[in-house]
């Protein structure tokens, strides 16, 4: 291709770029194209990282449509060319991994991310992201949405345990890891695994690419789908709004002045006006603080979300009677401890390093899971207890145990479930919510902080 061609490529797609970010909902005019295409006079165009920075730089305003630009940029600007969208071919025990759910990765694929993020390079992760999405994304399935196919490849890989093994295993050989590179390649590799999803789907793009405008408030951000910057964002937002809504718990409690009418009062006090109930009395009812069992599961993609319903409903144990937290994985522990002595938001490298979530397996069971904290912990239930379960009821196909939920439903107050993902997603391939869903009071999609805190009010 010539230079005049070139360029001509490069700005048919710094065109088509703004065209998607108007059509986001980002405000592109002539004056900030113009800037781009001055911009890109000065670097170095086959740098993909200089592109980036420059086309950010004169077409985005805002820190908050940052995400939406990095989507649509990597679309526009894919990170390798990819022919089409099928999955890297597999064979044996690994390719029931890429035919079935986002499940458990195939031990080689598994022990060498594990190695990557010890000591890895870019390039390995590259490497292992690209093979990751061909084996786990499901495009064998048909192209879906960007974020389907990213949570069955986070999910996958185990993204939220990659932390914590890799310290322990640096204790077990005596080395000094540092968190902060271990969390930066982890980081990384995230990155790479959208970025990989995105080259693909833009390989099958047949049309305008529908990218949800990102929200520029925290308490509306996607969690299950959250960047790095916007989680911590939504960490420094848990305990101010903890405090908001323990201040209207509190208001409501407080507000409770009356109930049935008290008869033998107000007769007595009706002596005065011969017999007549001028001034009629009224049983105050008791306000009633319940008693809240917390059981979250720390696995994969959910395990940031377990953290944020950990620590609010830990910040709101001055208007509840107790509160005792849980976490498991496909073994489960109380780690109370471990989150009244959180002052800021429980991490799940806190609670793995903590508790005895991880049994044999590494992978949720939820049935083993009820079966333990039945035995374990079912005498501490009365009629006074809520029991609030949070998690995707995704058992990796082992059984369910829906009983054991209905023989602790029948012992409580009320069971309540929150499930991050969205409704689509619930029982699709090992997701067995319907079969828990019948012994719960409610059923909460929670996909962000503020569904959170609607449905802790709700419950509480």
């Known amino acids: 291709m010539t230079a005049a061609g070139a360029a001509d490529a490069l700005w048919a797609r710094v065109h088509d770029l703004a065209s998607r970010l108007r059509g986001a909902g980002t405000d592109v005019s002539l004056s900030e194209l113009l800037d781009a295409a001055e911009g890109v006079r000065h670097i170095d165009l086959a740098d993909r990282a200089q592109l980036r920075t420059a086309l950010r ?33 597999a064979a044996g025990a690994e390719a029931e991994a890429a035919s079935g759910s986002a499940g458990s990765p195939s031990p080689a694929l598994g022990e060498r991310v594990r190695a990557a993020v010890d000591t890895g390079t870019e390039e390995d992760l590259r490497i292992l992201a690209e093979e990751a999405v061909g084996r786990h994304a499901g495009f064998e399935d048909g192209t879906r949405t960007e974020r389907y196919h990213v949570y069955r490849v986070l999910r996958a890989v185990e993204l939220a345990h990659l932390l914590h093994d890799a310290l322990r295993r640096a204790r077990e050989r005596g080395e000094d890891l540092s968190r902060a590179d271990v969390a930066a390649r982890i980081e990384a590799l995230r990155r790479l695994i959208t970025e990989e999803v995105r080259a693909r789907l833009a390989a099958a793009d047949q049309g305008p690419l529908a990218v949800p405008a990102t929200p520029a408030n925290p308490f509306d951000v996607e969690l299950a789908a959250a960047t790095a910057i916007q989680l911590a964002e939504v960490r420094a937002a848990v305990r101010p709004l903890a405090r ?7 208001r409501r409690r407080q507000s409770i002045r009356s109930g049935a009418v008290d008869m033998k009062r107000t007769v007595r006090r009706s002596v005065a006006s011969g017999g ?3 001034d009629v009395a009224y049983r105050r009812p008791h306000a009633h603080k319940p008693e809240v069992f917390t059981l979250c599961d720390v696995s994969g993609s959910v395990a940031d979300f ?7 409903i830990s910040a709101l144990a001055d208007e509840l009677a107790r509160t005792r937290s849980f976490a498991f994985v496909d073994g489960v522990d109380e780690i109370t401890a471990v989150v009244d002595a959180c002052t800021g938001v429980v991490e799940p490298w806190q609670i793995l390093q903590a508790g005895r979530v991880i049994g044999p397996d590494g992978h949720s069971d939820y ?6 904290f039945r035995d374990r912990y079912g005498r501490a239930l009365t ?6 379960v949070t998690g995707d009821a995704r058992t990796n196909y082992r059984p369910p145990a829906a009983d054991v939920l209905a023989e602790i ?8 479930w929150l499930n991050p993902e969205p409704r689509p997603q619930w029982d699709t ?9 019948p012994h719960c009071r409610g059923v909460f999609e929670v996909r962000t902080l503020r569904h959170l805190a609607d449905a802790v009010e709700r419950i509480l």
Request: aromatic share 8%; glycine share 2%.
């Open 57 to 89: 730089a004169t077409l985005v305003k805002h820190a908050h449509e940052l995400d939406r630009f990095d989507a649509l940029f990597d679309r526009c600007f894919p990170a390798r060319p990819v022919a089409t969208p099928e999955p890297v071919p």
């Open 244 to 250: 908001r809504l323990a201040a209207r718990l509190r």
């Open 276 to 278: 007549v109930p001028l």
């Open 306 to 312: 377990a953290g944020f319903t950990l620590t609010l």
């Open 367 to 372: 049935g083993r899971v009820l079966r333990d």
């Open 383 to 388: 009629d006074r207890s809520t029991v609030i």
């Open 409 to 416: 439903a029948t012992r409580v107050r009320a069971v309540y």
């Open 429 to 437: 391939t090992d997701s067995v919510l319907h079969a828990y869903a």
